[in-house]
């Protein structure tokens, strides 16, 4: 056969691609979000010495330290919870094991503005649980504040991420086996300490990179941290752009929030290098836990998952069902609709764009490509307040540009690009299209190089390989990727707040509204929608878990 290929001159189009380098072909992708970044950064190389002295005066501060000492707790919750929680359903066998090994994941469907303002209807003066304790106890003064309080935005935040931590630390403690726990109990180590002296050692990658995921997320938080009123470095931004009416201050805001995030992204990626140590061939059954351990384990995993799903999603359905005649008027319509426009839109650009990188990844293996690959797709480690500032001082720039070329046109006062459809699709691309690029190049990994030498003993160019094999064969990986992309989009929040047009609003924005104005009931109809259409990419995650354990 190779003698077949080498004779096989290449295709037209086969030539003119290998011409190209492939970090060239890649790099007008990487551009949509390059742009946004840079432009940041590079307002944070020319500071306007007035607007640092108001930051470092009023704002920086109070936000560096609200933020610092957020990651801090939320970084101890998560790892309190989704620690030992994986252990237990990954490698112990108690009542309800089996529910909850995949229970524990559906957190992850919750947007954690909805958790919060769920939370802040239920435990605020007004809400059921003053309301009873006033009941038994004559009053519920000693009760503290939620509302501005660190330790309702925590328990909050502990509850959205926890899963980032649980998922991954989860596959790492399958795939240990017992042989390891074996070895450590027949040296005289309890259950207890051969857990944090081996289990947890040999995970510690994989736990390094869920942590890292979720401190990411509560970097880039907007929604619940706004609804807490617990001012942080995103509603800083926010508020000088949208209440101050100073670009400038959130730019500043912005570019230290891209530093900050950077340096966690590359924490990430270092964790990453290091999980490819003691797998076991097979994953071996779990222990039997007996007496009070067995029960102790499933009151562990049932408060959790009543606390994080089951309790919110239950005040929903009861707020919805005495709002819903209320809410659903003709205007929820419009809110419903440019939510599913903008996700398809959104979700079709990022599969394209994600199928484009991807194949070029595949043909062009070489360093400078893959970095181009990486770059192109951090936007998702990016916050969307960040990627909304990063996108509208460009788009700012050339919409003024091109009303200066129309003026003479007669065309005075139009805003064309800003605030527009096609903004807020550019900035949601580059958000999420590392979601998109990572289902389908696992897909594009299943494509054997067998495969496409076959194709091209047949004379198959580029064009007709990629319809002719490729697209075939990545139809699931594609359709993962567009539904994946869709329903982050319809969970957004800040990029779709900051860069709309006024009066067009979405799902999300509609639930912002509303809790501005502490209206939790009249919040749970569109929060119900985004949740239902949340457990989707949850429930193809616990079945590629199963997948997985099922193949050993």
Request: hydrophobic share 55%; glycine share 6%.
């Amino acid at each position: 056969m190779s003698d077949t290929l080498a004779a096989t001159p290449l295709a037209p189009r086969q030539r003119v691609a290998r011409r190209w380098p492939g970090w060239a072909l890649a790099l007008p992708v990487a551009l949509l979000t390059l742009i946004p970044v840079l432009t940041v950064l590079g307002v944070a190389l020319s500071p306007q010495p007035e607007v640092w002295d108001h930051l470092i005066q009023y704002v920086l501060p109070r936000v560096t330290a609200n933020t610092a000492l957020l990651m801090l707790l939320v970084s101890v919750g998560v790892l309190c919870v989704g620690v030992p929680l994986a252990w237990l359903t990954a490698l112990c066998a108690f009542p309800g094991q089996r529910f909850f090994s995949w229970a524990l994941m559906l957190p992850l469907a919750f947007p954690a503005y909805v958790l919060a303002f769920v939370q802040m209807g239920l435990f605020e003066f007004a809400g059921p649980v003053q309301s009873q304790l006033r009941v038994w106890f004559g009053s519920s003064a000693w009760f503290p504040e939620i509302r501005g309080s660190l330790w309702g935005t925590v328990m909050v935040l502990t509850m959205a991420f926890y899963p980032y931590v649980y998922l991954l630390a989860r596959n790492a403690f399958m795939t240990q086996g017992r042989r390891a726990l074996e070895a450590a109990r027949t040296l005289g180590h309890s259950a207890p300490r051969a857990f944090w002296r081996v289990s947890v050692p040999m995970a510690r990658p994989w736990i390094a990179g869920g942590l890292a995921l979720a401190l990411m997320e509560t970097l880039a938080d907007f929604g619940a941290v706004a609804v807490f009123n617990y001012d942080t470095f995103t509603t800083a931004l926010y508020k000088a752009w949208f209440d101050l009416h100073n670009l400038d201050a959130a730019a500043q805001l912005a570019a230290l929030l891209v530093l900050v995030v950077l340096v966690l992204a590359a924490a990430e990626q270092r964790s990453q290098q290091g999980r490819s140590y003691q797998v076991a061939s097979r994953h071996t059954p779990p222990v039997a836990l007996h007496g009070w351990h067995r029960w102790g384990a499933f009151a562990v995993c049932a408060l959790v998952f009543t606390t994080s799903f089951a309790i919110p999603i239950a005040q929903l359905v009861m707020w919805s069902l005495s709002t819903w005649r209320e809410e659903l008027e003709p205007r929820y319509w419009d809110f419903t609709l440019n939510t599913v426009r903008l996700a398809l839109g959104t979700a079709a650009i990022a599969t394209l764009l994600s199928l484009a990188l991807a194949w070029v990844r595949r043909h062009h293996p070489d360093r400078a490509t893959g970095w181009t690959v990486r770059l192109a797709i951090i936007g998702y480690a990016v916050p969307g307040a960040v990627l909304a500032v990063g996108v509208f001082i460009p788009i700012a720039w050339l919409d003024n540009l091109l009303i200066a070329w129309l003026q003479p046109l007669g065309f005075e006062g139009f805003q064309l690009l800003k605030g527009s459809v096609a903004t807020m699709l550019l900035a949601l691309s580059a958000r999420f299209l590392a979601v998109a690029y990572h289902a389908t190049d696992s897909a594009m990994q299943r494509i054997t190089r067998s495969q496409e030498e076959s194709a091209r003993t047949l004379g198959l160019g580029t064009w007709a390989m990629l319809r002719r094999l490729y697209l075939p064969l990545l139809r699931g990986g594609l359709l993962t990727a567009f539904l994946m992309v869709m329903v982050d989009v319809m969970k957004e929040m800040p990029i779709t707040l900051m860069t709309r047009s006024f009066g067009w609003d979405t799902l999300a924005v509609r639930i912002f509204q509303l809790t501005s104005e502490s209206m939790w009931a009249n919040a749970a109809v569109p929060a119900l929608a985004i949740v239902a259409v949340g457990l989707l990419p949850v429930v193809l995650i616990v079945r590629q878990t199963d997948r997985r354990v099922g193949g050993g």
